[in-house]
T-cell receptor, first 114, second 117 residues
Framework: AQSVSQHNHHVILSEAASLELGCNYS??????LFWYVQYPGQHLQLLLK??????LVKGIKGFEAEFIKSKFSFNLRKPSVQWSDTAEYFC????????????FGTGTRLAVRP | KAGVTQTPRYLIKTRGQQVTLSCSPI?????VSWYQQTPGQGLQFLFE???????NKGNFPGRFSGRQFSNSRSEMNVSTLELGDSALYLC????????????????FGEGSRLTVL
């Protein structure tokens, strides 16, 4: 069975700092990869996704992620965070040909100080 | 267009009771998935339905069941509730189909928060 590890459970940054959230997965086959975000009081929403092609994918609000197949990693980055990026971030993996079944990491709570 | 709608939003039950949660997907979406979210376990996959058929199932006991209707609306049921079933139950829909590769983006509802006393 696949699993997803997010190494940072809580991250506190000041505005304008750079962000990198780690995500590693274990699965022997080909996967689709996602980052979801949950802002305070809101529902989960998709931040970005990787299916194939260019391993550097760009999402909404200036976020990007890089898929490194050899490291089974899909780290999330943002050059300069804003207070409005305060949220919980979830990495998820979806084995190809498994429908919409996602395995989520445990999440990283990001707090950005103004 | 309207998002994923889950009802009820909050409910309180006692041990041994059963509960039914409802999910209306985004119009046109035929795939509906259910997840359980708890502080300790995070988001865990319960099951996925597509065209009234269960396409995937997570590792939950048989007390957890679901179904999907012809209009794509879905319900999940938990029987003989236990304290550990207290959680936020999330429903997500997508436009994925059997012919769609890769899978569609999941659109989540706000969840049904179940408290078991």
């Amino acid at each position: 069975a696949q699993s997803v590890s997010q190494h940072n459970h809580h991250v506190i940054l000041s505005e304008a700092a750079s962000l990198e959230l780690g995500c590693n997965y274990s699965y022997g086959g080909t996967v689709n990869l996602f980052w979801y975000v949950q802002y305070p009081g809101q529902h989960l929403q998709l931040l970005l996704k990787y299916f194939s092609g260019d391993p550097l994918v760009k999402g909404i609000k200036g976020f990007e992620a890089e898929f490194i197949k050899s490291k089974f990693s899909f780290n999330l980055r943002k050059p300069s965070v804003q207070w409005s990026d305060t949220a919980e971030y979830f990495c998820a993996v979806n084995p190809k040909s498994s429908g919409d079944k996602l395995t989520f990491g445990t999440g990283t709570r990001l707090a950005v100080r103004p | 267009k309207a998002g994923v709608t889950q009802t009820p939003r909050y409910l309180i039950k006692t041990r041994g009771q059963q509960v039914t949660l409802s999910c209306s997907p985004i119009s046109g979406h035929r795939s509906v998935s259910w997840y359980q979210q708890t502080p300790g376990q995070g988001l865990q996959f319960l099951f996925e339905y597509f065209s009234e058929t269960q396409r995937n199932k997570g590792n939950f006991p048989g007390r957890f069941s679901g179904r999907q209707f012809s209009n794509s609306r879905s319900e999940m049921n938990v029987s003989t509730l236990e304290l550990g079933d207290s959680a936020l139950y999330l429903c997500a829909s997508s436009s994925s189909s059997l012919r769609t590769l890769p899978p569609g983006e999941l659109f989540f509802g706000e969840g049904s928060r179940l408290t078991v006393l």
